[in-house]
Every structure is written in structure tokens, then in C-alpha cells.
């Protein structure tokens, strides 16, 4: 699978959103993933991961998911917000529900597939810096599988970026990380703007050489796991999201 993003809100007791703040996150989510190009996956913060009811279906899935869109419209309509048209719809049956979103022990939760497109790592993390500053009394945890962030998994709070040494070596590194404000990596999004959307598939691999199908099995950097950037994780040119970081703290 392609390099991706994850990231959520612990369901530990402390943090805490309402409906109304939910809201104003899922406007600044769906504004990111429209204004924006993105390579392998958009952004996917949930509090619900929605399913349909099978007790439900009267004829096929088809009816099914046309009958819950109609009333979902209706609710729309209606004034209701988001998650009390998923609270309703799950009252009357129509669907099934898991709270968190798709990772478990989570308030909400998401992950972003980028592949090798570092600029859209750099708009996954801006999104949750900003939506951070929308659910003060929440902290979200975010890990990355590549470089973008350069600890690789950081805490994110009311515009605050929380780093947590696991010894005194990873201290005194995270230290003068942040102190050189380099948790996040510069990103020239110009390098991007030309670059494919990532394919899940292989036209016609099952009609290849062995030799040729294993060429293409065997080189993994197509999935973006790889280094991308100019020198010492940074691009000589570009846009630092460590300068739009309020505060950095370590634990």
C-alpha cells in the first residue's frame, strides 16, 4: 500500500468535541480536499465509520444506500448537523455505526494515503494544525511512514506540536529540533505539481513476463516510501509549516 498518514483522537477520557465544533472541522476538510490535488487518498477524519444495515435491505444494496442518501438529504435539509444525521439515521435502522471512525479506541480518526507527494504530507499536517485550533479540548496523534515528519509520529494540540523521547538520546535530539523549528520538513510544492496520481493497479500484469512482473513487485519506491527531498530532509525552496507551529513541547 502506498506511504500514508494516520491520525486520531484518543478516546482516553480527556478529550472532548461537540457537534458544533465537528461541524467547522468537516467544513475545513471538505475546503482541503476540493481546493487541492491529491495524488493517492484525501483527507478522512471520521467520528462515524457508516455502514449499511443489512436488516434493512428490502430489495438490494443499491435501494438501500439510495433510501438512506434520500433521507440523509432530508435531515440536511432539515438543519440537523452531521453527526445527528448519522444519530438518526442509526435510530431508524438504516445504518450501522462505529464510533471513532475505522481505528479503534478513537473519538475520531483518519489516514491519507500519499505516496510520494510530500506537498500533500505537508496539507494533511496544516489541515490538523488548523482543525486543532477548532477542538482546543482535544490532542491528535499523528504518525507519518515517511520523512515529512521528521520524528515521525508527533502529538498536535491548540496549534501546538508535542513531541514524547522514548530515552535521553531521542531527547536531546527532539530538543534541538525544535529549537531549530525542524520537526516539519520544507516542501516545494512547484516539484509536485506534475505528478501522476498513484495507480493501485498494473495494466495487463497478469500478461507479463515473470521476469518483468517481478521488476515491478520487487522495486518498492514507487509507493513513497522513499527520500524526496533536495538535502537533509528539506527542500532548498519552499513553504515551513514549522513557522505556522504556535508552540513546541517536549515530554
Known sequence: MARKLYYRIPDDGTNHISDIEWEEVQ??????????????GRLTFKMFAVFQNPDAMDIDEESLWHRISAR???????????NEIIRTLEHEGLIITKKGGYTDNSVASGLTRVATNEWNAYLV????????TIIPACTIEVKDEGEFIKPQAIKISNGQV???????????????????????????????????AFRTTVSKFNEMEKEEQ??????????????????????????DLNRKVSKFILT
Open 27 to 40: 467544513r475545513l476538510q471538505h475546503w482541503y480536499n476540493s481546493e487541492f490535488f491529491w495524488t493517492a
Open 72 to 82: 440523509r438529504a432530508i435531515l440536511a435539509q432539515s438543519g440537523k448537523r452531521e
Open 125 to 132: 499536517c496544516e489541515f490538523l494544525l488548523k482543525a486543532s
Open 162 to 196: 508535542i513531541l514524547t523521547a522514548n530515552d535521553e538520546k531521542e531527547q536531546q535530539r527532539f530538543e534541538m529540533m525544535s529549537t531549530n523549528r525542524r520537526i516539519f520538513s520544507t516542501v516545494d510544492p512547484a516539484k509536485y505539481d506534475n505528478l501522476p
Open 214 to 239: 517481478h521488476s515491478i513487485v520487487s522495486e518498492w519506491n514507487w509507493l513513497g516510501f522513499e527520500q524526496n527531498y533536495d538535502r537533509n530532509g528539506d527542500d532548498i525552496q519552499g513553504i
